[in-house]
């Protein structure tokens, strides 16, 4: 067994420092925020906003919301992911559909709503082709959808890599044994799947709930609860003890849905080996699910499509010929590219930090025995039950009167601590993967801990890391809720520009922004992919 | 009595079986011995009726099941690593099919097999909880259980170690004994093919190298694989034990 040593301390103290300032104590203060009214601790805070009927009502419209494209979310995640792995649809199809379902991703949800209302509002691509609007898409329409779009690729791909570890002779073994297709169902694909379908549940309800971007641009009057927050602290009127009380508040569900994810972790079990057994052949099934992939591509691929339409046309909808004179002015506003320079910035920082941070703490949490290294599981606990609103929404609270506040460095560390736990879980899944005598081999061949790291341990690791990488660069990308909070004039990025730019109806900018965007994080995403099979290939060789 | 004419299977250009013709009689222990990717699995598909054949047909009792679905043939299989449910116990997992059937089978019945198997102790435990050896008379008695027409068993001992092989060989020639069970299993060593079988049936790159009874596969190979191959092991084998136990144990 290893020892603990100095260099590891060395590294543990500032990681759980920077956890403790940036995670911790922030919402603690918060909490504490949300029981002052002047300078006496008193519930009358929550008194008055549950009284308060505009958010009451607002709650009962997440709740409804969520629920609601959350069912939806998980039917379509289960089938699409079934397409992929439990019928014999041809391989290109699969390839399209597990891409083309994931796009979104790319994009910051706030550009899911203005192009929802680009092809089905009054003026939208399907209205025109219609003649008249299918339904109104401002409101609770509007909200479903949007929250699908951004829903279902996590589902999907959570329902995926699950479904990847089903053994798929067990459809044999059912068909041997007599029976009927609905126990064939249950006993090979539905049981196993029991625990993700519930974990991909909770999680679209909780990311439907506590989303800023859709409401914000498709919710119309339609009010919920990340609106009302957004509304209490930069709103006409401020109202501090109010936002602090709906963000604890928000943080409600978050923290029962995690507590379900537990209890449900237990109807998990493991396939001892996976072993690739043909699929029996059935003509109806999949031309079904080819039929049903196609249909959600092709439409994610019509909703998204205003947005190259709008900006590359001269006057959207009344002059359909081809410009680039939008392009241009944006490209010629110092103010949109400066905005655009920033976002860069900050995400190459928080994607640097992320992997520094992340790689640290699972490394000393997985293959060190440094005490309370197990911290590092509970912060990442934490950080997947916190929305990324309320943890900027504390910064906000605790980081005030700093320095801190305005500069890149805050909303860097709000990115970094707001996605650590993916990250985190994935450098871990690699760490254990890795063979656990590799340490004692090279102590014993003269290597120092931080040299075995150095030599062994970050070669091996290297393709996690890139992928690390690329999730960190994305999401800081594309956040709108994290950092609405937290951007100043001078640290305006992409995404909380886009917000600003819709109280000025300028919705070409908007979509020539968010192309920007699309490109960039196209760029990073596949640049990290090839590097990571590229050097999987190596490997192998 | 099951009757293979002609079988050949070829996947687009590659041709895994050619012209497999052969006869195993009911109730024999027949084994599909050969080196790995020689096609044994394929006929073990073809028989079961999970694979088609591209061409040739297969008889069951005289009857032609060549087209017949994997269902109606009515055979089982019993998977190398048993393939039991991972979230029903030992129990559920046996009488798993027993809830298709339409003719019902009786307790007592059902417990026959479980005695013949000596699973009684272990019903109720999770299939995580049992050894390599209780999962995989699990998976015989879940088997048994549809009583099959014919039992096919893939690698059926190469999950198992040591002592264990050796007491699953036995059970597996008295359960075709009690039950008058063509058993058909497909291995790739030679000592378990020789042991446990009947006959054996050696397949070599797509073809059958050799098919008969294990003394006539010892004593009269008739071409230089099986000399090479399956007999040149068990000569090793046979030259390491009298080392250890020396020349009075020959």
Known sequence: MLKTTKVMKLLFFPIIAFLLCFLIVPLLYMFWQSFKMGDTVTLQNYVEVLRNIEIREAFMHSFAVSLVSALITTIFAFLLAYAVHFTRMHRSIKKIMQVGITLPMLLPTITYGFVLIYTFGNQGIVTRLLGQPLFTIYGFNGLVIGYILYTLPVAFILMQNSMQYIDKRFVLVSMLMHDSPPRRFYHTVFRPMIGTIGGAFILSFILSFTDFGIPASVGGSYKVIATELYRAMLGSIVHFERGAVISVLMLLPAVLGVVILTILERFNFQYKQVSDSELIPARGRDWFFTLLSLISVVGIFIIFSTMFLVPFTKGYPYDFGLTLEHVQSVLAEKNLTQVYINSLIVAFATALLGVVVTFIAALLNVRTPVKGRKAFDMASMITNTVPGMVLGLSYLFFFNGSSLKGTFFIIIACNVVHFFTTPYLMAKNSLLKMDPTWEVTAALLQDSWLQTVIRIILPNIRATIYQIFSYYFLNAMVTVSGVIFLVSTKTMLVSTRIKELQHFAKYTEIFVLSIFILATNLIVKLGCDYITTHKKGEMKK | ?250
Request: with cysteine; proline share 4%; hydrophobic share 40%.
């Open chain 2, 1 to 250: 009595m099951l009757e293979l004419r002609n079988i050949s299977k070829s996947y687009e250009n590659k041709k895994v079986l050619a012209d497999i013709n052969v006869t195993i009689e009911a109730g024999e222990i027949v084994s599909l011995l050969g080196p790995s990717g020689c096609g044994k699995t394929t006929l073990l598909n073809i028989i079961l009726g999970l694979t088609q054949q591209t061409k040739g047909q297969l008889f069951y009792n005289g009857q032609d099941i060549s087209k017949q679905s994997m269902q109606d043939r009515g055979f089982n299989i019993v998977f190398q690593d048993f393939a039991l449910f991972p979230h029903l116990n030992a129990y559920d997992n046996i009488v798993y099919g027993l809830k298709n059937k339409k003719t019902q089978m009786s307790a007592t019945e059902v417990q026959e097999y479980i005695d013949f198997l000596e699973l009684t102790p272990h019903l109720q435990k999770k299939v995580h909880e049992l050894s390599g050896g209780q999962k995989q008379r699990v998976s015989i008695a879940r088997t048994l259980v549809m009583q099959p027409n014919i039992l096919l068993m893939d690698e059926p001992l190469s999950a198992l170690d040591g002592v264990i092989k050796e007491s699953i060989k036995e059970r597996i020639k008295s359960i075709a004994r009690q039950f008058h069970l063509t058993t058909i299993i497909v291995t790739h060593d030679p000592e378990e093919a020789l042991t446990l079988s009947d006959k054996v049936m050696i397949i070599n790159e797509g073809t059958i190298a050799q098919f008969g009874t294990p003394s006539d596969i010892v004593q009269k190979p008739n071409n230089p694989f099986i000399e090479d191959f399956i007999l040149k092991q068990l000569h090793i084998k046979r030259h390491n034990i009298y080392q250890l136990f020396g020349e009075i144990y020959a």
